[in-house]
């Protein structure tokens, strides 16, 4: 094992494709923890959406950065960057393993490899001049400029996230240098003695996987929440939480400007889209060693 490194299991992948119960074998295996690398699962009363690990899951490992904030506040890869490494660090200090879960490959990224995306790398009034652009010619034209500075960052984001989107073109004109060199560029550093795992389904499995899982949702009271969320005062089309795939087609639903059936579709294919955006941010690394889950028991007994 390296010197100095801190040892880190990272069960990373797309949606639905089982990285939540193979953390938890590890950690039920070694006595490890789990800190969450998911942006929406921070957020609390938002739990069936988000697929956020049940009681009966939390209670099997320890998990860490799991409702953390309120749906209403802000938060950012800076931010979520201290706060694992703060966590990956406290377990380890205790004799445990910990393990880093989740799909949002950008917080997986900013964490094993050190980026260094800092506060000082902001600047208010280009953000409001993006946000401004975004409202006047639409969301496709900021992620259009997007393309064109880091295709790569714009293949992973969808152009209606735009808060991510305008972040990524902040971060070029600010520092000269797009999101996706920034990562790359330190990729070769990581302060961790990493085991980096992602379960590789073929693609008609993780799709049907994927609508399995919405149709879940459903059954375990997805409407209901967002109803909640709503009576909350957690509506505004303005809050990253309430952009997230689920979330805003439901609220569309509830304000009639879909039927159920229509509503069912979307999550369903922009779940699959997202997917498919992940599969590509998570191949481009060569460090995840990617398992059929035929292989899964297998590795589970090497730790």
């Given at each position: 094992?390296?010197?100095?490194?801190?040892p880190?299991?990272?069960?990373?992948?797309?949606?639905?494709?089982?990285k939540?119960?193979?953390?938890?074998?590890?950690?039920?295996?070694?006595?490890?923890?789990?800190?969450?690398?998911?942006?929406?699962?921070?957020?609390?009363?938002?739990?069936?959406?988000?697929?956020?690990?049940?009681?009966?899951?939390?209670?099997?490992?320890?998990?860490?950065?799991?409702?953390?904030?309120?749906?209403d506040?802000?938060?950012n890869?800076?931010?979520?960057?201290?706060?694992?490494?703060d966590a990956?660090?406290?377990?380890?200090?205790?004799?445990?393993?910990?393990?880093?879960?989740?799909?949002?490959?950008?917080?997986?990224?900013?964490?094993i490899?050190?980026?260094?995306?800092?506060?000082?790398?902001?600047?208010?009034?280009?953000?409001?001049?993006?946000?401004?652009?975004?409202?006047?010619?639409?969301?496709?034209?900021?992620?259009?400029?997007?393309?064109?500075?880091?295709?790569?960052?714009?293949?992973?984001?969808?152009?209606?996230?735009?808060?991510?989107?305008?972040?990524?073109?902040?971060?070029?004109?600010?520092?000269?240098?797009?999101?996706?060199?920034?990562?790359?560029?330190s990729?070769?550093?990581?302060?961790?003695?990493?085991?980096?795992l992602?379960?590789?389904?073929?693609?008609?499995?993780?799709?049907?996987?994927?609508?399995?899982?919405v149709?879940?949702m459903?059954?375990?009271?997805?409407?209901?929440?967002?109803?909640?969320?709503?009576?909350?005062?957690?509506?505004?089309?303005?809050?990253?939480?309430?952009q997230?795939?689920?979330?805003?087609?439901?609220?569309?639903?509830?304000?009639?400007?879909?039927?159920?059936?229509?509503?069912?579709?979307?999550?369903?294919?922009?779940?699959?889209?997202?997917?498919?955006?992940?599969?590509?941010?998570?191949?481009?690394?060569?460090?995840?060693?990617?398992?059929?889950?035929?292989?899964i028991?297998?590795?589970?007994?090497?730790?």
């Amino acid at each position: 094992m390296t010197a100095n490194k801190i040892p880190l299991t990272v069960v990373g992948g797309p949606t639905a494709s089982g990285k939540t119960e193979l953390a938890i074998r590890i950690a039920e295996k070694t006595g490890g923890e789990i800190v969450s690398a998911d942006s929406m699962q921070v957020y609390k009363y938002m739990d069936i959406g988000s697929a956020k690990p049940t009681p009966a899951e939390r209670a099997r490992a320890k998990h860490h950065l799991i409702d953390i904030i309120y749906p209403d506040e802000s938060f950012n890869v800076v931010t979520y960057t201290s706060l694992a490494n703060d966590a990956i660090a406290d377990i380890h200090s205790r004799g445990r393993l910990p393990i880093l879960s989740g799909g949002t490959g950008m917080y997986i990224n900013a964490v094993i490899n050190a980026v260094g995306f800092s506060e000082s790398q902001s600047d208010t009034a280009m953000r409001e001049e993006l946000a401004a652009i975004a409202a006047k010619k639409g969301n496709e034209y900021l992620h259009n400029m997007l393309k064109t500075i880091d295709p790569i960052a714009a293949e992973r984001l969808h152009p209606n996230d735009i808060r991510r989107v305008a972040r990524a073109i902040e971060i070029y004109k600010t520092t000269g240098i797009t999101m996706t060199q920034h990562i790359e560029n330190s990729a070769s550093d990581s302060p961790y003695s990493l085991t980096y795992l992602a379960i590789d389904h073929d693609r008609q499995t993780l799709y049907d996987r994927i609508d399995k899982r919405v149709d879940m949702m459903f059954s375990q009271g997805l409407l209901d929440e967002v109803k909640q969320l709503l009576k909350m005062g957690y509506g505004s089309r303005n809050l990253t939480s309430m952009q997230a795939i689920g979330y805003k087609e439901v609220v569309d639903y509830l304000r009639g400007l879909c039927s159920y059936d229509d509503m069912v579709d979307i999550i369903k294919r922009s779940s699959r889209q997202y997917a498919k955006r992940q599969l590509t941010w998570f191949r481009r690394d060569k460090r995840v060693r990617w398992i059929a889950p035929s292989e899964i028991e297998k590795v589970i007994d090497e730790f």
